[in-house]
């Protein structure tokens, strides 16, 4: 079954075609960055207009590079929720209206549960490794969303934590935004904290780790204090200009993934699960991934580079899987900004 899977929750116009929720016959991206970069943020009206002119393209492009017309496509999925509403609604409308004009089925996605799918993909029947049995602990990392969750099935989360005020993400984008590193935030924090002692700045970490909030994050402790209270936290003494950028980015980096790593490990060692899938845009980042690879005790698994933002390939598989199960949306379906369906439990 070849199913065309569309994403439009956010900057990235993407259309794919996967073959039974596992083989990815074309993934076309178009990124907005450069008509937000001057904004350093994404500017919802912006956003919904641009995927208004590019979808068509971008689907007909996807479609193309799968070597398929419209005939050969079995069903179609697109992102409903969650993300910025005007965006959202440009692919959902369009891919509702691909899918009733050719009598196809649709099915409408969860943007999160379709990252935490995005590991299972690959191009070619000889790149496939085993994807490891229910259930596992997910990290959904992204610009929106910090979520730990035990994973039971594609489309069964319990949330065990969650942030109480910033996404990482929007954390990464938050502090590049105030020292002017660039946009997007987490990339070139990411390429700058290279160069830079992350043990220049000893960065406080939330206290959170009490009663119900085992498992929950918070960044914006970590964001005032490399926004506002700098000198406060530094350990070593001011550098040159340029090395003093690389060391704040580098040290609020390596605190950004602490924070993250200290309330996954907990979920680990609470549930016994140690098998850890991540997804979403922060799961790109250098030392979130070399700091789960030197875990040689736990199973941690990443989607490649490509398929760690937002893509039209996780959607077309995830929505696979529902229609495998022989299941469909309504046309009626509309867009929510917020994740739904997940429960939230404290174990
Ligand atoms: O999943 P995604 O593409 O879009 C959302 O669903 O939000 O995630 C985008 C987020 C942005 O905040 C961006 O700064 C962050 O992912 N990001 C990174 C890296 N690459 C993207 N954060 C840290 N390190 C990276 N290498
Ligand atoms: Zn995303």
Not at 67 to 86: E, H, K, M, N, W
Not at 126 to 150: A, D, K, M, N
Not at 199 to 221: E, I, M, Q, T, V
Request: net charge negative; glycine share 10%.
């Amino acid at each position: 079954m070849k199913v065309l899977g569309i994403e439009s929750s956010c900057d990235e116009c993407a259309a794919a075609v996967v073959e039974n929720g596992r083989f990815i016959l074309s993934s076309v991206v178009a990124t907005q960055i450069p008509f937000h970069e001057a904004w350093n943020g994404v500017v919802p009206e912006i956003a919904s207009r641009k995927h208004t002119e590019w979808i068509m393209t971008v689907a007909e492009e996807a479609l193309k590079q799968a070597g398929l017309g419209p005939d050969g496509i079995d069903g179609v999925a697109a992102t409903s929720r969650p993300g910025l509403l005007g965006s959202l609604l440009v692919g959902l409308t369009f891919a509702k209206a691909f899918a009733f004009s050719r009598g196809l089925p649709f099915i409408a996605c969860d943007h999160m549960l379709a990252h935490l799918y995005a590991p299972r993909l690959v191009h070619a029947p000889e790149q496939e490794t085993e994807f490891p049995p229910y259930p596992f602990i997910g990290l959904l990392v992204s610009g929106g969303h910090s979520i730990i969750c035990r994973v039971e099935d594609f489309d069964t989360v319990t949330v065990l934590g969650t942030t109480i005020d910033d996404a990482v993400g929007e954390a990464f984008d938050k502090v590049a935004k105030f020292y002017g590193f660039g946009y997007p935030g987490g990339v070139c924090i990411d390429k700058l904290a290279t160069k830079g002692d992350s043990g220049a700045f000893r960065f406080p970490l939330p206290n959170l780790h009490k009663g119900s909030h085992d498992y929950d994050l918070s960044y914006s402790g970590l964001k005032t204090a490399v926004i506002n209270q700098l000198e406060q936290f530094r350990i070593k003494k001011p550098a040159s200009d340029e090395a003093e950028k690389a060391n704040i980015a580098a040290s609020f980096q390596k605190t950004a993934v602490d924070i993250l790593l200290r309330s996954l490990f907990r979920a680990v060692d609470d549930t016994g699960i140690s098998t850890i899938v991540a997804g979403g845009g922060v799961a790109a980042n250098s030392c979130l991934r070399s700091s789960l690879a030197s875990r040689k005790d736990l199973h941690c698994v990443f989607p490649p580079l490509e398929l760690c933002g937002d893509n039209g390939a996780m959607i077309a598989g995830l929505g696979y899987q529902y229609l495998a199960r022989g299941e469909t949306s309504s046309l009626n379906v509309s867009a929510s900004a917020r994740v739904s369906g997940f429960k939230r439990k404290y174990p």
